[in-house]
């Protein structure tokens, strides 16, 4: 007789978990608070336009090679490495940085800037490179039973590396390049942690890595949003049910075992084993009122920033920008040093923008443009209002109108956004930290809240803010870790 599994959320980690227990014959079924599944990974359907709502490109493609293998099925969506990865602006320059993985393609775009650029950067890489080659398999691909079992898997680390855990992001990409342009856009990546380069360990320099010589990054025909929906088919390809608009408030257990979650009606959801999608910490202390994991407790860690998101439909076109973009401000440096401090300024030390229909012409009307926004502000731990989002918007779209040379404020026909009040509304972030728990030293591999309950034997977690961490490649890690723990269940 099969094992019944209730999985709370239907982000990349739940669903993931999910098909890898389905395949090998558990009865799954999934509870969820929103009206479709995804979580962060989501999207939005307004007038025509097709937004992501979270993510908008991935790496490590091997990892949903490896989930799909493991599950026993073909690769259920099409992705396209992306060439250049990004692009970069800065402010009072109409000089446009295209990043790409060859390095001569790069290095030429650094002449006059930053002298010997190709031989810094492929140091810079090489560096990098054995970083993730020497910790990923042993740090962030395994499960930890104890923190002294974590401590013993440190220990095969090479010790060559001691001192970059000594060091920031920030430093360590200032010890091989001197110019402003050359460390402001290698150190860029450290915001895809949710913090900044100044407060972000120089171990995850190895993110480099992964960008720039491994992977690079990928889009996905038809929108992020396909991975979501491709996977869900697969799943009730296996029977698996699931049920929305169910927002888990209580629960009971008997012998250190959890029998039911309750949902907001009153309803009891039974199984034999829960796996939780949910923020690890946020429902320990929410639902399951862990001293621990009390909200006082929640204030003293180490969360990341919020982010304002917002998403503009235009009645018009924009070749001049590409598909991935990031413009910087003047005050890098300024502010991103207190971006999780400081309520902030209109000036922002840099935002992104996705233009989802440039390579997906159906997100948009014909002749129009669908734009996503993202910039990174503090959480509602040090800015608890947003009243004041829609004149941090109109600076934005004023700023990026300028720098693109076309005023796109006459032509937005539709524009919505979410600030950190509304990721913790709408997605149990708490306090609107946009991944959850930073990777602060003391919150990574066993020092990170665990992927099996502490109380409850039959109770597992997976996604951000458990191991090894937020992304959607570490999702995918994660649901990996969080299956071998049901598998090992005695």
């Known amino acids: 007789m099969s094992k019944k599994v209730l999985i709370v959320g239907t982000g990349l980690g739940g669903l993931s978990t999910g098909l890898r227990l389905a395949a090998r014959g558990y009865e799954v079924a999934f509870v969820e608070k929103a009206t479709q599944p995804g979580g962060r990974l989501n999207r939005l359907k307004k007038d025509g336009f097709t937004f992501d709502v979270g993510p908008s490109f991935f790496s490590m493609p091997y990892e949903f090679e490896e989930l799909v293998k493991d599950c026993g099925i073909e690769m259920p969506f099409e992705f396209v490495e992306l060439d250049p990865l990004y692009t970069v602006r800065f402010r009072g320059s ?31 890489l090489k560096k990098c490179g054995e970083l993730y080659n020497d910790t990923v398999g042993i740090v962030i691909k395994q499960n930890f039973d104890s923190i002294p079992d974590y401590l013993k898997s440190l220990m095969r680390v090479n010790p060559k590396h001691l001192p970059v855990l000594l060091k920031t992001f920030w430093q360590q990409t200032n010890s091989f390049f001197t110019s402003k342009e050359a460390r402001q856009i290698v150190s860029l990546i450290a915001f895809f942690l949710g913090r900044t380069p100044f407060d972000t360990n120089a171990v995850y320099t190895l993110l480099s890595h992964i960008e720039f010589s491994h992977t690079g990054y990928y889009n996905v025909k038809g929108g992020m949003y396909t991975i979501v929906e491709s996977l869900v088919e697969e799943l009730k390809k296996h029977q698996v049910t699931f049920n929305y608009e169910i927002e888990i408030v209580d629960f009971t257990s008997e012998n250190n075992k959890l029998t039911a979650v309750t949902d907001q009606n009153g309803k009891a959801w039974t199984a034999d ?14 639902i399951f009122k862990r001293k621990e994991f009390s909200d006082n407790k929640l204030k003293k860690m180490s969360w990341t920033m919020g982010y304002l998101t917002f998403y503009v439909g235009v009645k018009t076109q924009l070749p001049q920008v590409e598909h991935h973009n990031y413009f910087l401000g003047d005050n890098y440096e300024d502010y991103a040093r207190d971006v999780m401090k ?77 600030t950190p009040e509304d990721w913790q509304d709408q997605f149990n972030l708490y306090k609107g ?41 570490m999702a995918v890690i994660s649901s990996k870790l969080s299956a071998e723990r049901v598998l090992e269940m005695k």
């Not at 040379?405 to 524009?415: A, C, E, N, P």
């Not at 728990?437 to 803010?465: C, T, W």
């Open 94 to 124: 109409d000089r446009k940085f295209s990043l790409y993985k060859d390095i001569d393609k790069m290095s030429t775009q650094f002449e006059g800037i930053e002298p010997d650029f190709k031989a810094k950067f492929t140091a810079y």
């Open 273 to 286: 084993i829960f796996i939780i999608n949910a923020d690890a910490a946020f429902f320990r202390g929410s």
């Open 342 to 418: 400081n309520p902030g300024t209109l000036e922002k030390p840099y935002y992104y923008v996705n233009v989802l229909s440039k390579h997906n012409a159906d997100c948009a009307p014909e002749g129009c443009e669908a734009l996503f926004f993202v910039c990174p502000v503090p959480n509602l731990l040090f800015k608890s209002y947003w009243s004041d989002k829609n004149d941090i918007i109109d600076s934005i779209i004023a700023d990026f109108s300028e720098r693109i040379h076309q005023d796109i404020s006459k032509d937005i026909v539709f524009r919505m956004a979410y």
């Open 433 to 473: 930290g946009g991944l959850g728990l930073s990777h602060s030293m003391m919150q990574i591999g066993a020092f990170r809240p665990k992927n099996y309950d502490e109380k409850f034997k039959n109770v597992f977690y997976v996604g951000a803010s458990t191991i090894p961490g937020a992304g959607l490649p």
